[in-house]
T-cell receptor, first 117, second 118 residues
Framework: DADVTQTPRNRITKTGKRIMLECSQT?????MYWYRQDPGLGLRLIYY???????NKGEISDGYSVSRQAQAKFSLSLESAIPNQTALYFC????????????????FGPGTRLTVL | AQTVTQSQPEMSVQEAETVTLSCTYD???????LFWYKQPPSRQMILVIR??????QNATENRFSVNFQKAAKSFSLKISDSQLGDAAMYFC???????????????FGKGTHLIIQP
């Protein structure tokens, strides 16, 4: 089973609709992230959370909100979707750790392709 | 703010040959991490290799190795004995070793599309 799952995998919605993308993880990591990928570009950070009570804005948070319901769940919401939010959305997790070659490495979910018409 | 530049939008290599993908970055920090991620057509982001800036030794993972030049702020990926399954987009990414103030996410380059010719 995948360690980081995202639902839905694909979604088509209309301008003005509210939509929620969900992310769950079984890696036991405290840190979770939401990124957006546009064609021809790398990923850009939207929001991140270090624990249930800690939410931080990333580079491109305008038009988005998040909710950290539990250590394992981190949701991204578009309150009123617009066409330029059409993109591929990734959730990621990491564990700062104290040692080891993989400490603080981010692991990604499979992505959600969102189309806003 | 840190920036990551991948100057090769597309590279092509014959199967079994060696290819090097370039990455440069700009930062004023001395402690950070660098990563290469692979994104095949399935769109999954897969970690290829990771380098800590404080380590002088270049990281290696099987057929994948890096050439980390800290002073030049260069972090290239070498793929030896290229295989058809290596065909993908490759992204270079930077992460500060400090926490807070927006430093916690990854900063990505725009990617290099690697084509493997059979």
């Amino acid at each position: 089973d995948a360690d980081v799952t995202q639902t839905p995998r694909n979604r088509i919605t209309k301008t003005g609709k509210r939509i929620m993308l969900e992310c769950s993880q079984t890696k036991g990591h405290d840190r979770m992230y939401w990124y957006r990928q546009d064609p021809g570009l790398g990923l850009r950070l939207i929001y991140y959370s270090f624990d249930v009570k800690d939410i931080n804005k990333g580079e491109i948070s305008d038009g988005y909100s998040v909710s950290r319901q539990a250590q394992a769940k981190f949701s991204l919401s578009l309150e009123s979707a617009i066409p330029n939010q059409t993109a591929l959305y990734f959730c990621a997790t990491s564990d700062p750790g104290t040692s080891g070659t993989l400490a603080d490495t981010q692991y990604f979910g499979p992505g959600t392709r969102l189309t806003v018409l | 703010a840190q920036t990551v530049t991948q100057s090769q939008p597309e590279m092509s290599v014959q199967e079994a040959e060696t290819v090097t993908l370039s990455c440069t970055y700009d930062t004023s920090e001395s402690d950070y991490y660098l990563f290469w991620y692979k994104q095949p057509p399935s769109r999954q982001m897969i970690l290829v290799i990771r380098q800590e800036a404080y380590k002088q030794q270049n990281a290696t993972e099987n057929r994948f190795s890096v050439n980390f030049q800290k002073a030049a702020k260069s972090f290239s990926l070498k793929i030896s004995d290229s295989q058809l399954g290596d065909a993908a987009m490759y992204f270079c990414a930077y992460r500060s070793a400090r926490s807070g103030g927006g430093a916690d996410g990854l900063t990505f380059g725009k990617g290099t599309h690697l084509i493997i010719q059979p």
